[in-house]
């Protein structure tokens, strides 16, 4: 039994914590928000989303070091790292990087490529025979797609380049070596072959890009290297600490929340949102992501981009009107508020209906949000939060009852929920619990994809025979 590290570098913020494994608790935590958005307003309008990587690792280090000064000596047997699994960063030859990340709220490829054809539709079109080796439709803001819409509008920035995933960048800064990916990141980039473990060749090549574009795969829960001499200066904790290969976050989510994962179904709230379950044998379909679990298994997903930014829509919206029309700048409470109003509706919002997919989903990226049902009674600030909050809860309904009729999947008797959007609006949790009709439960710990990473280094040193078995250990539920 031993004492582990999980980063998480996240898109709203970066967070860490120590867990042992001996006490099945989590021995300390820090979190520090990801303000390294670097994207000009005039790139915004175009749907760019851009960030600085050095300054991300720059602030997964503060966190580290913190942690560092927090464990008083206590001996780390391993670090785990997970994040942002969507997204890429160009490496040159001395694989440095030499691009800002581009990150998965990216939009570019949704531009028009020619004959009134979007780069995304052109690359769906190539794509679409490759759906049951890649597990998922190819989408905006992927490794494959950032890559392909590089390649026909800056192909000289890809030029004698390599790309790489967020986390494996970070792992790759900890330990001094060239970022080594695994399967569950691997296959978000939209070009990976589930049956094979590889790179899928024949679609990379269709694309007019190069396999050598692509990190090189290993597999998930492995050590890739230890904590180098400089990189321990800098964060105190020891050199030749190993470090894991980073893992995908909403694999890491899924084994840092479900001790049973066969029974369990889990809904993650952040910033976007996705339903899970876990499948023991690949199960091919053409309506939901399959994306490859840690060391075995897969996990089948309903992901969209209803979440915590569906939320933040409203929220600015509310904001700008206190602004604009009342001069009324200052409202830090302003969520709190919009909770508040909204739990003194009725469910059902008095027949107010909301679709919250302001920025499309992955599967129809220029489809807008709605609301429909307005009428002289419920055309309220507390209607309109509440409807809202009713519709990011229908998506995962919707994607689960996809699940049932695709066949194979079996009907699970426990619902768990994850994510800050979870945790932090016991409305939304109250609403999701109400949509499933049967009671949520949360992991006791927060930060659930750090403790994932966590667990993962855990497995990669030999501490638990597998993933499966270092979640039934440790994973512990909230009751009340």
């Known amino acids: 039994m031993g004492k582990y590290i999980g980063l998480d570098l996240g898109t709203t913020s970066i967070s860490g914590l120590i867990l042992d494994t001996e006490s099945k608790a989590v021995l300390s935590h820090r979190s520090v928000p990801n303000d390294s958005e670097i994207t000009t307003s005039e790139d915004k ?9 050095e300054q ?6 503060s966190v580290l070091s913190d942690l560092a000064d927090e464990s008083n000596q206590m001996d780390i047997n391993a670090i785990g790292v997970t994040g942002q699994m969507h997204g890429m960063v160009l490496l040159d030859q001395d694989n440095v990087s030499c691009s800002p990340f581009i990150g998965w709220q990216d939009q570019r490829c949704n531009q028009f490529f020619c004959d009134e054809v979007t780069y995304l539709e052109a690359i769906q079109e190539i794509g679409q025979d490759y759906l049951e080796k890649t597990g998922c439709h190819l989408s905006a803001g992927y490794m494959a797609t950032t890559l392909f819409w590089l390649h026909q509008n800056v192909p000289e920035s890809i030029t004698n380049t ?31 072959n589930l049956q094979t473990g590889t790179w899928d060749a024949d679609l990379i090549r269709k694309l007019g890009l190069l396999v050598t574009q692509f990190p090189e795969i290993k597999p998930s829960c492995t050590v890739v290297g230890s904590v180098s001499e400089e990189t321990s200066n800098i964060i105190g904790i020891p050199s030749g600490t190993p470090v894991s290969v980073a893992c995908g976050d909403n694999q890491a989510s899924f084994a840092g929340s479900v001790s ?25 379909t053409h309506e939901l992501d399959v994306r490859p679990f840690l060391q075995s298994g897969f996990l089948l997903v309903g992901a969209g981009l209803c979440g915590g930014k569906s939320y933040r829509v409203l929220r600015d919206f509310v904001q700008q009107i206190g602004a604009s029309v009342f001069g009324i700048d200052d409202t830090p409470n302003l969520y709190s508020d919009l909770n508040r109003l909204a739990s003194e509706v009725a469910a059902g919002s008095d027949g107010l209906r909301c679709e919250p997919i302001f920025s499309g989903s992955r599967r129809e990226p220029d489809r807008r949000g709605i609301w429909e049902g307005v009428s002289t009674t419920n055309l309220t600030i507390g209607h309109m939060a509440r409807s809202l909050i009713e519709g990011i809860a229908e998506q995962f309904t919707v994607f689960y009852e996809e699940m049932q009729e695709i066949g194979g999947v079996q009907l699970r008797q426990s619902l768990i929920g994850s994510g800050n959007g979870i945790r932090e609006n016991q409305l939304l949790r109250h609403v999701v619990s109400d949509s499933f009709s049967t009671s949520l439960t949360t992991p006791l710990y927060t930060e659930e994809a750090a403790v ?19 979640s039934r250990n440790f994973i512990r539920y909230n009751f009340n």
């Open 45 to 53: 309008v175009k749907g760019y989303s851009e960030w600085d990587i």
């Open 56 to 61: 991300m690792i720059k602030l997964a280090y």
């Open 162 to 192: 390599s790309s790489c995933f967020a986390p494996d960048c970070l792992v790759g800064h900890l330990c001094g070596i060239v970022p080594i990916t695994d399967p569950t990141n691997a296959a978000s980039a939209g070009v990976f």
């Open 260 to 284: 049973d994962y066969l029974n369990s179904l889990l809904v993650n709230i952040g910033t976007g949102g996705q339903v899970s379950v876990f499948l023991d044998k690949y199960l091919p």
């Open 452 to 470: 994932g990473a966590a667990l993962s280094s855990a497995v990669a040193i030999g501490e638990f025979n597998n993933i499966q078995d270092a």
